[in-house]
């Protein structure tokens, strides 16, 4: 599965501090601020405070409202009328599906045949057109190029400046609730596919509060975040492996997103699936939270001994709770 970026994405200008406030203003009163949470007993295990940002909570269920609508919000109205494009596992489809909507455009999405039958229901409940497609031997540019040929805008998952900036209201967010409830961070945990979340997130937290440590969490096997940052340069996963992290499955970093985490992150964290189920169970036992097993990659770090938790105050980042009721019950039952 190859071809993300149809074109070279690298000379594309990064966004800044000032986009990410602008797209908080658009978003303004469309978002849910999701709040930030704790667990005395999770806060007990860990011997650190553990302040839990909830985008399970978020319209469409995951953080991935926030960039799609910000960047259906950048498109001229002449764009716009085209109607939009994009390929997604399921979350940034819903993210789509529901700003395309709120716009009243034509939205067609390229889905995994192996994503949630949750998430493919959504989209089709919101009105998009799904396009299916085989994960491990469809290119998804392939899929979706005949309709950007008819003129229709693609809507990146991840390596995009408007995508990246509605992310990154998740940062300004919890660095102000942080402060209100009087707290400096030491550490922000994120979840990391493409890397639309971290970076939009880190510039958030870096011009807060330069000192605060920003940390990617990945699925093992899809940690190409985490490969890159080691090697300095983006490298692919190798191919053949599978995770239930169906969000988190990328390929390759985004070429913008990478040199925003090059820059900002302490570093990457890979964490297996049984360690993201067992994840999900603690978030439901202790926080009553449905959180899809992507979503909780950054908890289930926590446990992995990579970040130094002792007398801390940890942000982490829950980034959806889209998960089929089947699987769900299953990974609650396996405790």
Avoid at 110 to 134: Q, Y
Avoid at 162 to 182: F, S
Avoid at 281 to 297: F, I, Q, S, T
Wanted: net charge neutral; aromatic share 4%.
């Amino acid at each position: 599965m190859g071809g993300l970026i149809l074109q070279d994405l690298t000379m594309t200008t990064p966004p800044g501090i000032a986009d990410i406030h602008r797209a908080a203003t658009r978003l303004s009163g469309l978002i849910v601020e999701t709040p930030l949470i704790e667990s005395p007993e999770l806060n007990k295990r860990f011997g650190a405070r553990i302040l839990f940002k909830p985008e399970t909570l978020q319209r469409t269920g995951s953080f991935k409202f926030r960039g799609a609508y910000n960047k259906l919000s950048s498109l001229s109205d002449e764009q716009r009328s085209r109607g939009v494009v994009a390929f997604s596992s399921g979350n940034h489809a819903q993210g789509v599906a529901a700003s395309a909507a709120m716009y009243g455009v034509k939205a067609v999405i390229a889905m995994p045949t192996d994503a949630p039958a949750m998430k493919v229901g959504n989209v089709r409940k919101m009105g998009a057109e799904v396009v299916p497609f085989d994960r491990f031997r469809d290119d998804r540019m392939a899929m979706v190029r005949p309709y950007m040929e008819r003129g229709m805008v693609l809507v990146p998952p991840f390596d995009d400046p408007a995508i990246i900036a509605g992310q990154g209201t998740i940062g300004l967010e919890l660095m102000a609730q942080a402060k209100a409830l009087g707290v400096s961070l030491d550490a922000v945990v994120i979840p990391c596919g493409g890397g639309g979340l971290s970076s939009g997130i880190s510039i958030a937290v870096k011009d807060a509060s330069p000192g605060t440590a920003v940390w990617a969490v990945e699925p093992e096997h899809f940690d190409d975040t985490c490969r890159s940052l080691a090697r300095g340069a983006r490298v692919p996963i190798e191919p053949g492996h599978t995770s239930i992290c169906d969000a988190l499955l990328t390929t390759e970093p985004g070429a913008i997103t990478f040199e925003i985490n090059r820059r900002n992150l302490a570093g990457g964290i890979a964490v297996s699936d049984q360690a993201a189920a067992q994840a999900m169970r603690d978030a439901m036992a202790h926080l009553k939270l449905v959180v899809e097993p992507g979503g909780c990659v950054g908890l289930a770090a926590l446990s992995s001994g990579e970040i130094k938790l002792s007398g801390k105050c940890v942000a982490v980042v829950l980034s959806g709770g889209n998960v089929d009721f089947s699987t769900y019950a299953e990974i609650m039952a396996a405790a």
